[in-house]
């Protein structure tokens, strides 16, 4: 199975690599056409900006290419939030993949800091093998802003407020949380995601 890594201006990307390679994945990260289309599985992760990383989308033509591939495509966190319709972060349009809008999260109290960082749980919408595998687990977060509920969430999680902490639409993933950083829980989500037919 070769696993497409789609490469822009955006951080972590490397690590999602080195643990895609530790569960035997063959990886390559590239913001090349073909390269894309023809993977089997094709990841969009990142930390960042999202004004930045999507005028790097732009220029390199990715905002097209992504919204076309009808292969398995995962975003991860940046990922995540880039695949939505639009996002407060620099005002920018999204791809549109995800009905939802990215908003700041805006503390309630002074126990609430922003960024959302570390362990959070997961909260199912249906039944199905991931509500019955991971129910409940505590998986990685950093983030500032976040996907607001919608038709295409998969997975909710609470701080502040509710949020998409896990979407999918047709062939279209995204998780909030950092899988690669969430240890033997993330790890198996991520072999979840590339081993089983959608």
Same mark, same amino acid.
């Given at each position: #199975?070769?696993?497409?890594?789609?490469?822009?201006?955006?951080?972590?990307?490397?690590?999602? =690599?080195?643990?895609?390679?530790?569960?035997?994945?063959?990886?390559?990260?590239?913001?090349?056409?073909?390269?894309?289309?023809?993977? +089997?599985?094709?990841?969009?992760?990142?930390?960042?900006?999202?004004?930045?990383? #999507?005028?790097?989308?732009?220029?390199?033509?990715? +905002?097209?290419?992504?919204?076309?591939?009808?292969?398995?495509?995962?975003?991860?966190?940046?990922?995540?939030?880039?695949?939505?319709? *639009?996002?407060?972060?620099?005002?920018?349009?999204?791809?549109?993949?995800?009905?939802?809008?990215?908003?700041?999260?805006?503390?309630? +109290?002074?126990?609430?800091?922003?960024?959302?960082?570390?362990?959070?749980?997961?909260?199912?919408?249906?039944?199905?093998?991931?509500?019955?595998?991971?129910?409940?687990?505590?998986?990685?977060?950093? *983030?500032?802003?976040?996907?607001?509920?919608?038709?295409?969430?998969?997975?909710?999680?609470?701080?502040?407020?509710?949020?998409?902490?896990?979407?999918?639409? +047709?062939?279209?993933?995204? #998780?909030?949380?950092?899988?690669?950083?969430?240890?033997?829980?993330?790890?198996?989500?991520?072999?979840?995601?590339?081993? =089983?037919?959608?």
């Amino acid at each position: #199975m070769k696993i497409a890594i789609i490469k822009y201006n955006g951080g972590n990307i490397f690590s999602v =690599q080195e643990t895609l390679k530790r569960l035997g994945a063959e990886t390559v990260v590239t913001d090349h056409y073909e390269q894309i289309c023809s993977a +089997d599985r094709v990841i969009f992760p990142g930390v960042g900006q999202a004004k930045s990383a #999507m005028n790097y989308l732009k220029e390199h033509q990715l +905002d097209k290419i992504i919204t076309e591939l009808q292969q398995p495509v995962l975003g991860i966190c940046l990922g995540l939030q880039l695949m939505c319709q *639009h996002s407060e972060e620099g005002d920018i349009e999204g791809l549109g993949i995800f009905d939802a809008q990215v908003k700041k999260f805006i503390p309630q +109290d002074r126990e609430t800091k922003v960024p959302h960082m570390g362990w959070n749980q997961l909260n199912f919408s249906d039944q199905g093998d991931w509500r019955n595998q991971f129910e409940e687990s505590y998986l990685y977060f950093v *983030h500032s802003y976040y996907a607001e509920i919608c038709q295409n969430t998969f997975a909710s999680c609470h701080y502040a407020n509710d949020f998409s902490a896990m979407m999918k639409r +047709d062939n279209f993933w995204a #998780m909030q949380f950092h899988p690669e950083k969430s240890g033997e829980i993330g790890s198996k989500m991520l072999n979840q995601f590339l081993n =089983q037919t959608l």
